[in-house]
C-alpha cells in the first residue's frame, strides 16, 4: 500500500484571532498568592463574521485557548457595503454604548481598542466609531456587538419600508 504524504507547509489561519484584554487576579491562601487569568478575544473570518469570548484559567495560555474556542462558538454575520456599514447605530450593554458610522472609502478604522479589534476582525476597512459611558473592555465589546447584531443591509431596509432595492437606491 502507499503511504499517503502530508503537507508540512503551515496553512493559512482560518479566523483572525485578537486578544482584547488579559486580565490577572490573584487570591490569598494559606501558601501565599494563587494567580488567576482571564482573557477576552475578538475571533474573524475578514469577510463578515465575527465573535467574541471570555476564557478563565490558572494558566495564561489555557486562558485564551478557552476564550478563543468560547468566540468560535459564538459568531454573528455583520452586513457589509464596500467595507463599511450600511447605516449609522448606536449599541448599548449596561452602562457602555458605542456609536458606529459608515466612512468613505480611504478613511480608515478610527476606533479605540476594543472596537478596533471587532472591526478589524469582521474585516471592515472603513468605519468611524465613539465609545460613550463606561470604558470597560468586555462591556465595549458588548456593546459592540449588540450594534452589530442591530445591523439590517439593504434588503432588510427595503422590505421594512414596502419598498424595492430600485426604489429605495433611485
Not at 65 to 81: E, G, L, Q, Y
Not at 83 to 102: D, N, Q
Request: glycine share 10%; net charge positive; aromatic share 6%.
Amino acid at each position: 500500500m502507499e503511504r499517503q504524504k502530508f503537507d508540512k507547509e503551515p496553512r493559512e489561519k482560518e479566523f483572525v484571532e485578537k486578544l482584547v484584554t488579559l486580565n490577572r487576579t490573584s487570591k490569598t491562601v494559606k501558601g501565599g498568592r494563587r494567580m488567576s487569568f482571564s482573557a477576552l478575544t475578538v475571533v474573524g473570518d475578514q469577510k463578515g463574521r465575527v465573535g467574541y469570548g471570555f476564557g478563565k484559567a490558572n494558566d495564561v495560555s489555557e486562558a485564551i485557548k478557552k476564550s478563543i474556542d468560547k468566540a468560535k462558538r459564538n459568531m454573528v454575520f455583520m452586513p457589509m457595503k464596500n467595507g463599511t456599514l450600511p447605516h449609522e447605530i448606536i449599541g448599548k450593554y449596561k452602562s457602555s454604548s458605542v456609536l458606529l458610522k459608515p466612512a468613505c472609502s480611504g478613511t480608515g478604522i478610527k476606533a479605540g481598542g476594543a472596537v478596533r479589534s471587532v472591526m478589524d476582525a469582521v474585516g471592515a476597512t472603513d468605519v468611524i466609531s465613539k465609545s460613550l459611558g463606561s470604558s470597560s473592555s468586555v462591556n465595549v465589546v458588548r456593546a459592540t456587538f449588540n450594534a452589530i447584531e442591530n445591523l439590517m443591509d439593504a434588503k432588510a431596509v427595503a422590505a421594512a419600508r414596502g419598498k424595492t432595492l430600485d426604489e429605495l437606491w433611485g
